[in-house]
Protein backbone atom coordinates (compact mmCIF):
# COMPACT_ATOMS: atom_id res chain seq x y z
CA UNK A 1 0.00 0.00 0.00
CA UNK A 2 0.95 3.35 -0.86
CA UNK A 3 1.77 6.33 1.33
CA UNK A 4 -1.74 7.61 0.70
CA UNK A 5 -2.98 4.39 2.09
CA UNK A 6 -0.92 4.28 5.02
CA UNK A 7 -1.85 7.76 5.97
CA UNK A 8 -5.35 6.99 5.74
CA UNK A 9 -5.14 3.49 7.77
CA UNK A 10 -3.20 5.90 10.03
CA UNK A 11 -6.22 8.62 10.49
CA UNK A 12 -9.18 5.65 10.45
CA UNK A 13 -7.14 4.03 13.68
CA UNK A 14 -6.58 7.97 15.43
CA UNK A 15 -10.46 8.27 14.74
CA UNK A 16 -11.47 4.93 16.10
CA UNK A 17 -9.40 5.57 19.25
CA UNK A 18 -11.03 9.46 19.80
CA UNK A 19 -14.21 8.00 19.67
CA UNK A 20 -13.28 5.58 22.61
CA UNK A 21 -11.82 7.81 23.98
CA UNK A 22 -15.19 10.00 23.76
CA UNK A 23 -17.16 7.36 25.02
CA UNK A 24 -15.31 6.78 28.22
CA UNK A 25 -15.92 10.81 28.73
CA UNK A 26 -19.48 9.86 28.55
CA UNK A 27 -19.65 7.34 30.60
CA UNK A 28 -17.55 9.05 33.44
CA UNK A 29 -20.15 12.60 32.80
CA UNK A 30 -22.57 9.98 33.23
CA UNK A 31 -21.65 8.36 36.47
CA UNK A 32 -21.09 12.20 37.74
CA UNK A 33 -24.51 13.40 36.72
CA UNK A 34 -26.64 10.10 37.97
CA UNK A 35 -26.36 11.75 41.16
CA UNK A 36 -24.75 14.73 41.37
CA UNK A 37 -24.92 18.48 39.78
CA UNK A 38 -26.43 18.44 36.36
CA UNK A 39 -24.21 22.29 36.32
CA UNK A 40 -21.30 20.72 37.47
CA UNK A 41 -21.45 17.85 35.22
CA UNK A 42 -21.98 20.33 32.46
CA UNK A 43 -19.12 21.96 33.19
CA UNK A 44 -16.58 19.09 33.31
CA UNK A 45 -18.25 17.48 30.22
CA UNK A 46 -17.29 21.60 28.42
CA UNK A 47 -13.95 21.23 30.03
CA UNK A 48 -13.12 17.50 28.69
CA UNK A 49 -14.29 18.29 25.10
CA UNK A 50 -12.45 21.47 24.88
CA UNK A 51 -9.10 20.12 25.96
CA UNK A 52 -10.15 17.02 23.53
CA UNK A 53 -10.23 20.02 20.79
CA UNK A 54 -6.67 21.40 22.10
CA UNK A 55 -4.87 18.23 21.83
CA UNK A 56 -6.38 18.11 18.03
CA UNK A 57 -5.22 21.51 17.57
CA UNK A 58 -1.39 20.38 19.35
CA UNK A 59 -0.85 17.42 17.13
CA UNK A 60 -1.30 19.23 13.91
CA UNK A 61 0.17 23.23 14.91
CA UNK A 62 3.60 23.54 13.78
CA UNK A 63 3.80 27.08 14.61
CA UNK A 64 5.86 27.36 18.22
CA UNK A 65 4.36 29.84 19.45
CA UNK A 66 0.94 28.40 18.65
CA UNK A 67 1.97 25.48 20.25
CA UNK A 68 2.83 26.67 23.60
CA UNK A 69 -0.35 28.78 24.04
CA UNK A 70 -2.16 25.56 22.96
CA UNK A 71 0.27 23.71 25.74
CA UNK A 72 -0.89 26.21 28.24
CA UNK A 73 -4.46 26.07 27.34
CA UNK A 74 -4.49 22.40 28.18
CA UNK A 75 -2.41 23.11 31.08
CA UNK A 76 -5.15 25.17 32.14
CA UNK A 77 -8.42 22.85 31.09
CA UNK A 78 -6.48 19.70 33.35
CA UNK A 79 -6.14 22.44 36.10
CA UNK A 80 -10.20 23.16 36.12
CA UNK A 81 -10.87 19.31 35.29
CA UNK A 82 -9.15 18.27 38.33
CA UNK A 83 -10.68 21.24 40.35
CA UNK A 84 -14.05 20.10 38.90
CA UNK A 85 -13.43 16.02 39.75
CA UNK A 86 -12.52 16.87 42.99
CA UNK A 87 -15.48 19.33 44.03
CA UNK A 88 -17.76 16.50 42.51
CA UNK A 89 -21.40 16.79 44.29
CA UNK A 90 -21.43 13.18 46.62
CA UNK A 91 -24.60 10.69 45.60
CA UNK A 92 -27.75 11.50 47.08
Do not use: F
Request: aromatic share 0%.
Amino acid sequence: MGDAGEGLVDAESRLAERMEEREDEKKKARQIAKGGDPEHARQLESCRLARTEMQRQLEVTTHQIRRQQLGQAIAELDRRIAQLSRTASPPK
